[in-house]
């Protein structure tokens, strides 16, 4: 059934798909049998698939990734379709329309998408609102927080505290963005010292409230083993609770989309099939280099349960669709869900 909506969605530009997709879901749902029967198709509900990581209780390890979900609108529909957690954003203080359009590609050929959406969302005041109004039993829920795009980098740890205050009580943890390509100067952060200053202020303000919350911090998969190396020792050094290994990729190398067209594209983060060594191979350095003393959630080119396994295998406590969602489809959720009670 998929396969024939998908080649109906990719006649739609990307950004057009995935709103029309959302609001034909809206639609269906206010009908009362849908959502159940969405839910016995796709869900797997099973206790062995339940995992318990960071003091919160998944029920399953397949969650969905950033960026899809940026303004907290479709978690109703996101949760039927099987995810065991649901992460929203980047949410950034201030509202902001992103970047000019067109700024979302697919790379039919590689199985791949180059975004350069530049942290589009209504602001954490708008997310907060809906988010007040969720009441899923079960339903994790992430909060990946970043800066506004005309907020200096010296200034930048006052929209991560902003975030991070404003949602405190309506998501269950935090992902620190300081990875994406598409908002300029914030792969800067990356660096030791203003990423230790940004991530110790959280955690100064986390340790004073009665139930604080797992902070995480997503890296891009362009770090080389030295910028790796750093990174584990700001996680053990400021005690947060992991990393999400990994965000696209500013690479164009092996790609079977002909050059012209890719470079008629220009920049942005390259996600799916050709990211899912790069990330498997960061998951892994992380995790040994590391001793597997936190908590890793594994993303980046999977789009089959032997590649959810190979994270899962390479150290990963849990992982993260998003590309891999769009071209298979919500039986990826149940086929991986599958292969692990195997």
Request: hydrophobic share 40%; with cysteine; proline share 5%.
């Amino acid at each position: 059934m998929y396969k024939l909506l998908k080649y109906l969605l990719f006649k739609l530009q990307p950004e057009d798909a995935h709103n029309f997709t959302f609001k034909c879901l809206h639609i269906l749902f206010k009908i009362p049998f849908v959502k159940l029967f969405t839910k016995n198709l796709y869900a797997v509900s099973n206790p062995s698939l339940v995992k318990n990581v960071m003091g919160l209780t998944f029920q399953n390890p397949v969650g969905l990734a950033a960026g899809f979900d940026k303004d907290a609108k479709h978690i109703e529909q996101l949760h039927a379709l099987g995810f065991g957690f649901i992460e929203i954003g980047t949410v950034t203080p201030k509202s902001q329309p992103g970047n000019d359009k067109p700024r979302l590609f697919r790379l039919i050929e590689d199985e791949a998408i180059i975004n350069r959406m530049g942290f589009n969302n209504e602001g954490a005041d708008a997310a907060v609102e809906r988010l007040q109004k969720i009441n899923i039993p079960g339903l994790i829920i992430g909060g990946n927080i970043g800066k506004n795009k005309i907020t200096p980098n010296e200034e930048a740890v006052n929209d991560y505290v902003y975030c991070f205050n404003a949602l405190f009580d309506v998501v269950h943890y935090f992902v620190v963005n300081v990875s994406s390509p598409n908002t300029p100067g914030l792969r800067s952060l990356q660096e030791k010292e203003p990423l230790k200053h940004i991530l110790n202020s959280l955690q100064n303000i986390n340790n004073k409230k009665s139930n604080p919350k797992p902070i995480l911090l997503k890296i891009a998969p362009d770090l080389n083993e030295q910028e790796l190396d750093d990174i584990v020792e700001i996680v053990l050094e400021t005690k947060i609770a992991g990393v999400i290994a990994t965000n696209t990729t500013i690479s164009r190398a092996h790609l079977k989309t002909a050059k012209q067209i890719v470079e008629s594209i220009g920049a942005g983060g390259l996600s799916g099939k050709p990211v899912t060594e790069k990330s498997t191979h960061v998951i892994k350095y992380l995790s040994q280099k590391s001793n597997k003393q936190f908590v890793i959630i594994g993303v980046g080119g999977i789009h089959s349960e032997n590649d959810a396994l190979e994270k899962i295998n390479a150290g990963a406590d849990l992982v993260q669709l998003y590309t891999g969602f769009i071209y298979e489809g919500p039986s990826l959720i149940k086929r991986i869900c599958k292969t692990l009670l195997r």
